[in-house]
């Protein structure tokens, strides 16, 4: 037996290399959802983290197989759409977040920066899929919201431009209510 891994020692060291670089992968994409998914979850709530963690996916996958005939694995596009859900989040509410939104900006960008510097130094990182990636989260997001608005009453609404996963205040007028609360209170409709 020693023979043959003797034998066969430099492809069992290229299989170790692209198994340790699969791993690191994975603990780098499951580090990254572990940071950046809950941020992303708490802003826009659990339907729209999926529905911009799945746009960032298939547009990431279909970018990928459009612009490379490399092959594209992991989940590292979904990832990148995360991050510019974020990018959008912050964006658009700037002037009412101030201080807050500019250094979130500032981190994602020296973020963004600093992967696609790695990406483009590594031929083995499908960039595409990463580009793509970020744009399905990034339109998606801008789509579903959230955006927050606040109303001349001083109540805060989720007004998305398509609201089908905006928040809903508590207490509509359908219920008699006051149509919400402003700030942190208010709840992720059912619609």
């Known amino acids: 037996m020693n023979n043959y891994i003797w034998a066969s020692k430099d492809a069992l060291m290229l299989w170790g290399a692209k198994i340790n670089s699969a791993i690191a992968a994975g603990q780098i994409n499951s580090h990254t959802l572990a940071t950046i998914g809950p941020h992303v979850e708490l802003i826009a709530g659990s ?45 658009r509410h ?7 939104s500019e250094v979130m900006l500032q981190q994602l960008g020296l973020t963004l920066a600093i992967n696609m510097a ?7 990182i499908d960039n595409w899929g990463h580009i793509g990636g970020m744009v399905g989260g990034a339109a998606v997001s801008w789509l579903l919201g959230p955006k927050f608005t606040r109303l001349p009453n001083g109540q805060i609404a989720d007004t998305p431009p398509l609201p089908v996963m905006a928040y809903r205040p508590p207490g509509g007028a359908a219920d008699g209510g006051s149509g919400g609360a402003g700030g942190l209170r208010l709840v992720r409709g059912t619609s």
Not at 94 to 100: F, L, N, P, T
């Open 118 to 124: 790695y990406s483009l130094a590594s031929k083995r």
């Open 94 to 100: 700037r002037a009412s977040m101030g201080r807050r």
């Open 47 to 91: 339907s729209r983290f999926m529905a911009v963690y799945l746009a960032g996916a298939l547009a990431g996958t279909t970018a990928s197989f459009l612009l490379t005939p490399a092959p594209s694995v992991g989940a590292s596009a979904a990832l990148f759409g995360l991050g510019a859900a974020l990018g959008v989040f912050y964006w």
